[in-house]
Every structure is written in C-alpha cells, then in structure tokens.
C-alpha cells in the first residue's frame, strides 16, 4: 500500500505543479489576478502532496516495511527509530525526495514571508506592482520543483524489494554503521536544506535578469542567508564527523564530494557580497544576479559529482556505482543511470539557459553604476582600499577566481584521486590575497589610513622571514604570520563595530526660499541590535580567518607516530608520556584507557579502541586537547601479557584544531548576528 500510495503522491504533484507553472504562465501573459491566485493554490496543493510521500517513506522507514526496497537496503528491524528515520537521506532516491520536498517547500513559503513583510496589498483587476512581483518569482521556482519532480520520477524511493533481496536481508541490510552518529543524522540534511532554500535565491536573481525587478536583493537576501547558514553547518558537521570518526586524524581530505560541496558555499559567500552592495548602493547589476543565476548550476554538479560514482575516486558511499577508468568511460557513467543521465542534462540546460538570460538582460540594460575610478598614486589606492565598491568587486572576484580553478582541477583529473597538495598550492594565492584586502579594508577605516598597509607588510615580512629561519613548509611559515595580521584587522573592525557613534546631520531651517539658520541636529543612538549585525560581518571574517590558520596548523604542523608500545609503566612518544591504565577485550572489542603526562605532569585520561559493528570495524578515537593542540591516539591492538597490558598505538599531535572549530563557530554565530530579528529586517 505504501508504494503504491507513494507513487501515486509523486505523480500527482508532477501533474499539480505543472498545472500551477502553466497558470501562472498564462496569469504573467495576460496580466490575469484570478489565474495567479489559482497558480498559488496548486503550488500549495503540489507541496502537500509531496509532503505526504515523502511521511509515507518515513512511515516505512519506521515501521520496517521491507516490501520496500529503499527501506531494506537502508534500514533493518533492530536499528533505533531516530537512525530509521534519518535513513530518509541516507541513500540517492531518499534524499533526492527531501531535496524536492524542501524546493517546493521554499516555493510555498516565499511567497508566505513576501506577504507577510510586505502585505497582502490591494486586489486589482490587473496583475501589476508587487503581486506581478511575486507571480515572476514564483514561477521561476516552479519551473525548478517541476524539473526536481521529473527527476524524482527516474530516482523514486517507492521500489519494490525482489524475493532475493528479501532472502538475502531478512530484517534489513541495515544502516552502515559508520554513519549511526547524530552528526551524521545532522549533516546531510543541513546540506539539503540549503540547496533547497536556494531554490528562492536563484528564483528573484532570474526575475531581475528576466524583468528589471530591482527590488531583487532585498527580497533574496534573507533566503541567501539562510542558504550560506544551512551550508555551512552541513560542511562543518561533515568535518567534525570525519575527524572523529575514521581515526586518520583529518576532516578535509580534498575529496570530490567535499570539494564539491565547496563550491556552492563559496557561490552563495559572492552572492552575499553582491546583493548588500546592491541594497546599499545598486552596484554590481549584473556580477549579482548573475552569481544567483548560475547557482543552481553550481549545485546540480555538486550533486552529479556526488552521485556519479566512477568518474573520481571518492570514499563517499553514493559515488560507488561504477568503477574503472572513469575517463575513458565517462559517457557510460552518465548513461549507466536514467537519474545521472537526466541530472547532467539537466546541469547542461540551466546553464544554457542562463548564459542566454544573463546576456538578454545584459544587452537590454544599460550600466547604472558609476565607473570604478582609482587613481594611480598612493592616496588614490589608499582611497580605493577604503571604498566599499571596490572591496566587495575585489572579494567576489577573488572568490570567482578560485571557484573556476577549482572546477579545472577536478576536470583535468576526471577518473583519477584529487591530490590536496595541487589544492593547497593553486588556492592559497586568491586565499591569501582575500585576507590581505580585508585586512587593508578593514584598517585604513581607521584615523590613520597608512595603518592597514603597515600591518600588512609587516604580515608579510614575518612570513618571509618564517620561510627562511624555520624548518616549516614554506607555504606555512608564511602563511601563519600573515594571517594573524589578518585577524588582528577584523578584530579591529569588529571593535569598531561595537564602538561606532552616529554622526551628526545639519537641520536647515528655510524661511522665503532662504537659509534661516543651520543648527547641528544629532542622529539618534546607534541600537544594539544594529550594533550587533554591524559585527555580523568583521565576525564572519574573523572566522574564516580562524579557519584557514587551522588548516595550515594542523596539516603542515601536526606530527604523527605509528605502533607506539603503551605499558603500564608508560612510554614516551612526540614529547608525551602514556600510560595503560585498564584494558577490555572481546572478541569484536578492544578498549584502553590512558593517562596521558608531560614532564611528570598529568594532562588527563583518554579513552579509545574499536569495535565491530554489523561486520564493519568502528574506531573509538581518544582525542585529547592540551595547550592549543590535539593528542590524537587510535589504538591497533592491545595485549594482556603476564607482565601488564600493552596497546599497540598510533598517536599524532595536531596543533591549532581549538582554533579551527573556534572559526567555524564564528561563521556560524556571525551568520546569526546577521539575520533580521524582525519581518521586515532592520
């Protein structure tokens, strides 16, 4: 019953949603109010229906209905009911679903949240003001859930299990063990949750390219907020998951699904920078809208790298289906699939389509803007450093940059693994030269304009002198003196923040068309919560800042040492001393408690083995932080000896890990401080 009343959801909204894009196509031609408001209803309508697909699949997932084949490859009888349920997304055609549920979701609530922000208006006999408004948008987002819903029915989830599956998995395959944590439970769906509130972005981006809306960025700014706030977390829990997880002491490996997950979060960073400059000042009509255009090409090959499987040697369960030399072979990856082969299709076409809006709008519009003018002495350039236009251009361009050599990399090494290294020495230039231009921004607001380039060349000094008179990698010796010189200038503009006073405007009072009098007339105080979302921003920097010194710190500065001999008397190894203080060991079991000492000092006690789980070996790792760096010990083996116990340990020390979960804490919190308390914003 369910898979039939799945089905059946999903063909029904199909049908729905397209009957609410063609009435809303025929209320935009022939400017007809009653067509939109039934437009709006079916749109409404389609998302209750796939809402109530999407309960049904949970419904499966809970009640262990293995007539299912989603739910016997992904759940089993005796999983906990919280990892059933997160089974939801835990495979392709599952979380595809949610996907397509949180697209037609956005749909639903952003004309909600325009409504409420803006009123319902008045009712006229023609569409015209901001209902026409709205009606644009929301069929840009229908064309968009009626493409998902189209993929969806190549990618169902409502599948029935064969005779032979349900022989082989009587009570389940089950869930793979590695991902029964709730910080996998988290980080998918955060992922999904933002490229589906992208969907609004990407929505009033084309209106404005498509009809000269230039209300856009007002209206597209929350929702891309709220997009760069659900990415974020989902790469940050990803990391965390990694880290403690499979016991290699890392939480970036430079791996296709991760590097491509990046993409979209620095498109949607470009993308906050253009629409604030556009509702501040309307800069930049184009580079903004077009960066929202192109995102949902962004995040549709985030998604073909995830799910084609072959084309790069990943560790990542969905890019498994096929293998081989990927390159030579990579029509056949796209054709192995109806969903691949629709999904790159797909990619294709809304590029295509958005090459042709962005150079519509581009011949029809002319430049509003006033042209950048920088003069070329030292005041000029000093000017250019201080003027907000130039910052953001300068920042989004750098951002581009690094994206689009990105992408070259994983071209060029299609049917190959990425190496990190070619990451590390291809990005860190456009890293760099971002965290010198905020930096240079953020001083030269000060009195004295000179003091942003003294701190730079300072920064940029001590890192030369770090490359010659340490041992340390030399991308990392220079990297983390300039760095530091780069958050000492977002904390100094994070202090201006909290700091600034209002200025003062002059009140003229005019008697028979002349000046009577100018009096200085003070600006109300500043409030706090203005003070606070000031801050949001130098706090976002600082961040990131924060994270880019943990990367090198803890890649280029960590130490590691293989089969370390723990005893009960200790053994010292990369400066510290353990000690086997209990040993457990079972047949698929192996726990040991440590004491971990410093110069005879005791720094605390750790705990870490393995154990299996459904055939797969699940690693406890011991992590302990002690003066700004991480004891990372993962145990091979333990032996209960007539003389004591001995474990068999790899240990490595990795510095600066406090400060990169610091940095991504403060992205996050400065995302918050961004955000409008209120409807209507600040």
Same mark, same amino acid.
């Given at each position: ?8 959801? $999903? ?88 996907? %397509? ?30 209902? *026409? ?9 229908? %064309?968009?859930?009626?493409? +998902? ?8 989830? +409502? ?39 992208? /969907?609004?972005? $990407? =929505? ?19 929702? %891309? ?139 029809? $519009? ?17 000017? =250019? ?22 992408? +070259? ?21 456009? =890293? ?66 909290? /700091? ?17 009098? =100018? ?20 706090? !976002? ?7 880019? *010194? ?42 040991? /408690? ?10 605390? %006690? ?47 020390? !990795? ?28």
């Amino acid at each position: 019953m369910v898979l039939a009343l799945g089905v059946a959801l $999903v063909h029904i909204a199909l049908l729905t949603a397209t009957g609410a894009l063609i009435l809303g196509l025929m209320a935009l031609r022939e400017r007809d109010p009653r067509n939109a408001r039934y437009s709006s209803m079916l749109s409404h309508l389609a998302t209750l229906w796939i809402t109530f697909a999407m309960l049904a699949l949970l419904w499966a997932l809970l009640s262990s209905d293995l007539s299912v084949r989603y739910v016997l490859m992904f759940t089993s009888k005796g999983l906990p009911s919280g990892y059933k349920a997160s089974a939801l997304w835990a495979g392709q055609e599952g979380s595809f679903l949610l996907w %397509t549920w949180m697209v037609l979701l956005s749909t639903s609530l952003a004309p909600t949240y325009f409504l409420w922000t803006h009123g319902p208006g008045k009712k006229t006999k023609d569409l015209k003001g901001d209902a *026409l408004r709205l009606l644009r948008m929301r069929i840009v987002c229908l %064309t968009i859930a009626v493409l +998902f819903l189209c993929l969806l029915e190549l990618k169902s989830p +409502f599948e029935t299990s064969t005779i032979a599956e349900q022989a082989t998995y009587p009570d389940g395959r089950g869930l793979n063990p590695l991902l029964r944590t709730p910080l996998m439970v988290l980080h998918p769906l955060m992922t999904l949750v933002g490229y589906g509130l992208a /969907t609004v972005s $990407v =929505a009033w981006s084309a209106t404005y390219l498509l009809s000269g809306d230039r209300r856009w960025a007002c209206e597209a700014l929350p929702w %891309t907020r709220l997009t760069f706030m659900f990415l974020t977390l989902g790469i940050a829990l990803g990391s965390v998951w990694s880290y403690v997880t499979f016991g290699w002491g890392g939480y970036w490996a430079w791996d296709p699904v991760e590097v491509a997950s990046l993409l979209p979060w620095l498109a949607t960073a470009a993308m906050l920078h253009m629409q604030v400059s556009w509702v501040k000042r309307r800069d930049f009509q184009f580079l903004g809208p077009g960066l929202g255009m192109f995102l949902l090409t962004i995040i549709l090959f985030a998604t073909f790298v995830t799910r084609a499987g072959g084309a790069w040697e990943s560790i990542h369960a969905y890019a498994s289906n096929v293998s081989g030399d990927a390159k030579d072979q990579f029509w056949r990856i796209i054709n192995s699939d109806q969903f691949l082969t629709g999904l790159f299709y797909s990619m294709v076409a809304s590029l295509t389509v958005g090459i042709l809006v962005f150079l519509r709008a581009f011949m029809r $519009v002319e430049e509003e803007s006033p042209p950048l003018k920088v003069r070329a002495t030292a005041k000029g350039l000093l000017n =250019a450093v201080r003027n907000m236009r130039v910052n953001i251009l300068v920042g989004t361009v750098l951002i581009i940059m690094g994206m689009l050599v990105t992408l +070259f990399i994983m071209v060029s090494n299609v049917g190959k693994a990425l190496v990190a290294e070619e990451f590390e020495v291809k990005l860190a230039p456009f =890293a760099l030269a971002a965290v010198a231009f905020v930096t240079l921004h953020n001083l030269s607001m000060a009195r004295d304009r000179r003091l942003g380039i003294v701190v730079v060349i300072v920064g940029a000094i001590s890192g030369i002198i770090a490359v010659f008179a340490t041992s340390v990698p030399p991308l990392a010796a220079f990297s983390i003196p300039f760095l530091v010189a780069g958050a000492v200038g977002s904390v100094f503009e994070l202090v201006r923040a909290f /700091t600034a006073r209002p200025g003062q405007k002059v009140d003229v009072d005019i008697v028979a068309g002349k000046k009577k009098q =100018a009096k200085p007339v003070p600006k109300p105080p500043i409030g706090l919560k203005h003070k606070v979302k000031a801050a949001g921003a130098p706090v !976002i920097h600082l961040g990131i800042i924060f994270l880019l *010194l943990g990367y090198v710190g803890s890649t280029w500065l960590s130490m590691g040492e293989e089969n370390v001999v723990a005893t009960k008397e200790g053994n010292e190894a990369l400066g510290y001393m353990f000690k086997v203080k209990d040993l457990d060991r079972t047949a698929d079991s192996e726990s040991v /408690t440590l004491e971990v000492l410093k110069d005879g000092r005791h720094l605390g %006690t750790m705990r870490t083995g393995w154990h299996i789980v459904d055939g797969v070996k699940k690693f406890d790792i011991g992590i302990l932080t002690v003066q700004g760096e991480d004891i990372y010990v993962t145990l091979k083996a333990g032996l209960d000896l007539e003389n004591g116990p001995r474990a068999v340990l790899d240990v490595k020390v !990795i510095p600066m890990m406090p400060v990169l979960w610091s940095g991504a804490a403060l992205v996050a919190i400065g995302i918050v401080m961004r955000m409008p308390p209120t409807a209507k914003g600040w």
